[in-house]
């Protein structure tokens, strides 16, 4: 990677920052720029909302899984920008495929996190304060196998049963363990107007097929990644410089409000976006052509857990935070990709 691309007025997914650094203003290096949680990001940093400066990197910038173009990636970065926090929105998502990828997997969702807090930490020794780490990860780290209504505590013990969900625990416990304070929040069931999720592919499906068939005994909180974006940058102007200071390394839970199945989602997104397009050639015009079936009969390569809800109360209280409901935020992508492009 050229040094050229970490130079903040040059990259078109970094905003430029002419301001003195103050320690009030959180600087953040977001790694995974190009991703759902990472556009939203970025979007957000860049609409001038909220006082935060964002060096953004994608993929090509600061591959997680070539530790030494990683390292010297996030070593000119944090030379040249001055972070005070890392958002790491940079991940393996690819759950199926992990299953047959389990190497590149742990690689990148599990030992790069190791190598991100030592970086950190080193480059911290000169900094006003440890350079702090946000990361996200995943309901995917529970079996799923708690009884439906019940959601899952921060606290409760993990047992995930893919690579995919391995691969993030393994993330999470190289944090913890690392030099660097850290603060991983768990979502589930991501999507946005960018990037591959499934709100979009339903769209497309929705004007493509004459029947659909959705699992439906599989329970969480569909999560937009703007949703996650927001209440992100509330918890980085409140740690570790604000108060939520003593925080070192700590796991909390973050989705949207609500809970559905996967088939009752589907069905929710077509509905609204006819309404919302009715002039677009669906072919799906009606639940009736959405059949509901069961896990065993989709036979997905992973296995994904039955019950994803997770319990976000802590959260709210440690980062007074509201959360929109899923259909909310369904809402506000839907309006975003249908009508406003
Ligand atoms: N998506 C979900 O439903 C979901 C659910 C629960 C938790 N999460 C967690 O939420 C976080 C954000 O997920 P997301 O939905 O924004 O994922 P995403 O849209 O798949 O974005 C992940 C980003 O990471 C990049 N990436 C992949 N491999 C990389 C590597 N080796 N080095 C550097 N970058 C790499 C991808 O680059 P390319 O675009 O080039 O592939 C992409 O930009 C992740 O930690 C994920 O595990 C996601």
């Not at 991940?91 to 807090?117: F, W």
């Amino acid at each position: 990677m050229s040094s050229r691309s970490l130079d903040p007025t040059d990259t078109p997914l970094t905003r430029v920052s002419t301001e003195t650094r103050q320690t009030s203003t959180p600087r953040l290096l977001l790694l995974g720029a190009g991703g759902q949680v990472g556009h939203s990001l970025l979007r957000l940093c860049r609409s001038g909302q909220l006082p935060i400066n964002v060096l953004g990197l994608t993929r090509d910038q600061a591959p997680l899984d070539k530790p030494d173009l990683f390292r010297t990636a996030v070593t000119q970065a944090i030379e040249s920008f001055k972070p005070s926090h890392i958002v790491n929105a940079a991940a393996y998502t690819a759950v199926d495929q992990a299953e047959n990828e389990p190497e590149l997997a742990h690689r990148v969702n599990g030992q790069a996190l190791t190598q991100l807090s030592e970086l950190a930490a080193q480059h911290s020794a000169q900094a006003p304060q440890p350079i702090a780490i946000l990361h996200y990860s995943t309901d995917y780290v529970f079996d799923g196998r708690k009884p439906k209504g019940q959601a899952y505590q921060p606290t409760d013990p993990v047992a995930p049963e893919g690579v995919y969900g391995k691969s993030k625990y393994a993330g999470e416990q190289a944090l913890a363990q690392g030099p660097s304070p850290s603060l991983v929040l768990r979502t589930s069931w991501v999507f946005s107007d960018h990037g591959k999720n499934f709100v979009k592919t339903m769209l497309r499906l929705g004007q493509s097929q004459q029947e659909l068939r959705v699992v439906a005994d599989q329970w969480g909180a569909p999560t937009s990644a703007d949703a996650i974006a927001r209440a992100s940058l509330a918890i980085v102007q409140q740690w570790p410089t604000g108060p939520a200071n003593t925080i070192e390394h700590e796991v909390f839970h973050l989705c949207c409000k609500g809970t559905t199945n996967w088939h009752d989602f589907a069905c929710e997104i077509l509905h609204r976006a006819r309404q919302l397009a009715p002039d677009l050639p669906w072919t799906i015009t009606s639940a009736e052509q959405v059949k509901a079936i069961t896990s065993a009969e989709f036979a997905a390569p992973a296995p994904r857990p039955a019950n994803s809800q997770l319990d976000c109360s802590l959260t709210d209280v440690q980062f007074g935070l509201t959360r929109p409901h899923w259909s909310q935020a369904l809402e506000e992508v839907l309006v975003r990709l249908l009508t406003e492009s």
